[in-house]
């Protein structure tokens, strides 16, 4: 079955406002493609789907929980609301945007990241303070020595970027403040925050990857 | 004087594909990401795609920690059950419109995990219609057949596709509801704009068969924009998606034209 769909136009309306009427995506939507069919059976809540996928991100999803929580009971409860949540929107799951290991790594960070902010746990004055004389302000936040402990090798590549970038990665991807918020924390403009993220995170990976090559 | 709506060029795109990948966003800025992405040239979504792959498995900053075994069933258990939940949740749905002694012929030779898919897919086309301000009483014999007849994983997309879900509960994608002109109730169109980005997306449900008609905007200063063909064919809704610039993305009236150019839907 399928539903029929017509191949869109691109026209020039003559008061000069470009209409574009787009493919219709079902046409093209890879119904055998294996990823597609695994998250069709998880959205029914096959188990042996869910186990499936279970065995092929839980090592990802149970690694980027640790990077962000505090301790192993914490993680795996986030990792078991991972994959309720990867359940819930297993429909939303298009192949023609992402492949399966984005789409769950995306939903994961979401998730650590929603957990994050909603901690009551208030930073200590000075870990925020001594990058840029910034007084803390309320937020969510593991602590610095955690965050050694559990990530020394990440604490190390990023000591070695600019500052901007290290301290929107700090602010943003480990304390959970939003983009706007580190945009006012640092009185900057929010398009050089998102920048500054942006190429710091990049860095970070190309960085780890050097080091990792260098060990074998 | 109209102003095109900007799409972000290749650099900016690529750095918020990096925010995006990392959850980094916020809802709005994750869906115009996304409608710049499906708007962008193939080759620039193969590389961001490409890029998004390598920062989604790159290991090579995160703890070297691995689940204990037992975590695997505890993971399975948790799913299932909030899988019985909801499908407990929706299971009075899915008799909705049913015939009694064709629910209960079904309940005799359709499974747990069948009712439980029936129900989701009639939970999300009621959603749907609801969204749309459809009467489901009507609509929801046909559907529950189709439902109960169909490859239940593939219905939800095939009714209404996952493109559905960025107008559903969004107050930026009003929806505006067709008439036929001649009077006949049968058949419901429904038209939703996002008008902060501009996507559209159409509904229709119960169309006659071989019926063709072509959708127009139709701005303030009367010029006419065609926004999509529809055929109807052999299912019992038919959906597409288009885009226009978000200058006049809320100042559309629609109407339907067939294939002589007769007003046929307003």
């Known amino acids: 079955m399928g539903i029929r769909f017509l191949i869109g136009l691109q026209v020039m309306e003559p008061c000069g406002v470009l209409l574009r009427i787009q493919w ?28 499936e996928l279970y065995d092929r991100f839980a090592p990802l999803v149970f690694k980027l929980s640790r990077q962000f929580l505090t301790n192993t009971a914490e993680s795996e409860d986030a990792v078991q609301e991972i994959f309720v949540r990867l359940w819930k929107t297993a ?43 910034e007084t803390a302000t309320d937020g969510p936040l593991p602590s610095k020595i955690w965050l050694e402990e559990r990530n020394h090798m990440l604490l190390q590549q990023l000591q070695t970027l600019p500052e901007l970038q290290r301290t929107v990665i700090e602010r943003a991807y480990f304390q959970g403040f939003t983009l706007r918020e580190v945009s006012r924390q640092l009185d900057a403009p929010l398009g050089t925050v998102k920048s500054a993220l942006s190429r710091g995170l990049l860095r970070l990976r190309e960085r780890g990857d050097k080091e990792k090559s260098a060990f074998h | 004087m109209m102003t095109t709506y900007e799409q972000p060029d290749k650099k ?32 620039l979504q193969e590389e961001i795609q490409k890029m998004q792959e390598e920062l989604a498995v790159d290991t090579s900053l995160l703890p070297s920690d691995l689940p204990d075994a037992s975590l695997r069933r505890r ?14 949740r929706l299971a009075p749905l899915a008799l909705i419109g049913a015939r009694a002694g064709a629910s209960r012929h079904n309940q005799r030779s359709v499974g747990t995990s069948g009712w439980r898919a029936v129900a989701m897919v009639l939970f999300g ?61 049968t058949g419901y169109v429904r038209v939703a704009i996002n008008e902060r980005t501009g996507a559209g997306y159409i509904l229709a449900i119960d169309l006659k068969d071989g019926e063709e008609f072509f959708i127009q905007g139709m701005t303030p200063d009367g010029t006419i924009i065609e926004l999509a063909h529809l055929v109807a064919g052999n299912t019992p809704v038919v959906a597409q998606t288009f885009s226009v610039d978000i200058a006049i993305a809320g100042t559309l009236t629609y109407r339907a034209i067939d294939t002589t150019g007769k007003v046929v839907w307003s």
């Open chain 2, 12 to 43: 900016q795109l690529l750095e918020l594909a990096v925010l995006d990948s990392h959850g980094l966003l916020e809802p709005l800025e994750s869906d115009l990401f996304n409608s710049a992405f499906l708007n962008a040239p193939v080759t």
């Open chain 2, 125 to 185: 086309v009621s959603v749907v219609l609801a969204a749309f301000s459809i009467s489901a009483n009507n609509r929801a014999d046909d559907i529950t057949k189709y439902a109960l007849n169909a490859d239940v994983a593939q219905t939800m997309s095939d009714l209404v596709g996952t493109e559905f879900g960025e107008f559903i509960r969004n107050p930026s994608a009003p929806a505006v509801g067709l008439e036929r002109t001649n009077g006949d109730p």
């Open chain 1, 91 to 133: 429909d939303r799951f298009d192949p023609r945007k992402a492949k399966l290991v984005t789409w769950v790594m995306l939903i994961t960070r979401r998730h650590l990241i929603d957990r994050i902010r909603k901690k009551s746990v208030r930073p200590k004055q000075q870990e925020l303070g001594e990058h840029h004389g």
């Open chain 1, 24 to 51: 219709m995506w079902r046409w093209q939507l890879p119904t055998n493609e294996p990823d597609y069919r695994l998250m069709r059976r998880v959205a029914l809540g096959e188990e042996e789907a869910v186990a």
């Open chain 2, 75 to 88: 993971v399975l258990d948790a799913v299932a059950k909030a899988a019985d939940e909801e499908a407990d």
